[in-house]
């Protein structure tokens, strides 16, 4: 409650000042990175999974960079997006409001710990983060620069919370987490998505394929 009725300038403050703590403690992160690295490489992910997981300088900058860019969209919450009368004099309003506790759940991506922490502290809504298990000492830190932002804006650190584990048993819970967690979003391949569909019994947010189209002139080669 207290993130979703907390002011804009109080969310922005807490991004903002986890953007900075992100490049302050970006050789923390990187030393912390090669923990997952060296165990990802020892249970044979290929180059490009790999890669997805390496952070470097630059893509810590690029994190932080995307915090900040968050603070400039204007406030999500308490909108109203439709007003109508009836006959009856009655005044209807659909007003946007936070949705309550997310479960994230998402493949070995660190920068999706911050990018999905962030979209929810300015959304106002609490969120639970499951990082895959590679990148857990990389998710850790992340974490830890957002809950050094909420600190400072005077929010809840618990607003952002990363399950501490990399037990598979750890998703089977929150896809039962009815009544605590108000919805999964998972961020992944079809494979977890899939997983997700089949097994949670919490409401979710889904993407699957998509729709690939292509359109080919028949002039072409």
């Not at 009815?178 to 569909?197: C, E, F, W």
Request: net charge negative; charged share 25%; with cysteine.
């Amino acid at each position: 409650h207290l993130l979703a009725e907390a002011k804009n300038e109080q969310k922005d403050m807490a991004l903002a000042q986890a953007a900075l703590y992100l490049r302050q403690r970006a050789e923390y992160i990187i030393e912390e990175n090669k923990k997952d690295l060296e165990f990802a490489r020892e249970k044979g992910l290929d180059a490009a999974m790999l890669d997805r997981l390496k952070l470097d300088e630059k893509r810590i900058e690029a994190m932080a960079v995307g915090l900040e860019t968050i603070c400039t969209v204007p406030d999500p919450v308490n909108k109203i997006l439709e007003e109508w009368d009836r006959p009856n004099g009655l005044v209807l309003q659909r007003v946007s409001v936070a949705i309550g506790v997310i479960g994230m759940i998402y493949e070995s991506r660190p920068n999706v710990t911050a990018d999905a922490a962030a979209l929810c502290i300015k959304s106002g809504n609490a969120v639970i983060l499951r990082a895959g298990s590679e990148c857990l000492h990389s998710s850790q830190a992340i974490a830890e620069c957002l809950h050094h932002g909420l600190k400072i804006a005077k929010l809840p650190v618990d607003c952002v919370q990363l399950v501490p584990t990399r037990e598979r048993a750890a998703v089977e819970e929150m896809l039962t987490m009815n009544g605590i967690i108000d919805v999964i979003i998972p961020r992944g391949g079809k494979s977890l998505t899939k997983l997700i569909q089949d097994e949670s019994r919490v409401p979710t947010i889904l993407h699957l394929d998509g729709n690939c189209h292509t359109y080919i002139h028949k002039a072409a080669d």
